[in-house]
């Protein structure tokens, strides 16, 4: 049987835990949980942090979830690591990486985001910065 869940983004103006006791009230078993840097939001959606990957608080977080019976199905950041300024490309690619060491941190081991692309190039030229910033060596072992 598959686990009815949802996107934190949905409850933007919410804290970690109300987004947690939303969906413990309302039957939910999961909440895939959006881990934006901290700062203005860029697009709708965009911006926004129920666990602040810089400061996860582990303990707390697993022991609120088991308190109200839901789980976190995957941690969410979605920014545009193929963007054709480099910098906000390395920092997004960063802030993935952070994303990554928080899920392994507490347990979830699963994240949401998107590979990216830079629409002034070609579908080939997008597919070989693909490789460039996604081969396994660079993600395949992500330690602290």
Known sequence: MLDLGFVSAILADCSFEEVIDFASAEHF??????????????RRYAGITHIDVDHVETNHIQDYLQQKNVYISALGYYPNPLDADEEKAAMYINHIKKVIRASA???INKVNTFIGRDP????????DGFKKVWPLSNWQVMKE
């Not at 078993?29 to 860029?42: D, I």
């Not at 002034?120 to 597919?127: M, V």
């Open 29 to 42: 078993k999961c909440v895939e949980m959006m881990c934006w840097p901290k700062g203005k939001a860029e």
């Open 120 to 127: 002034k190039k070609s579908l080939r030229e997008n597919f």
């Open 105 to 107: 941190r507490l347990k």
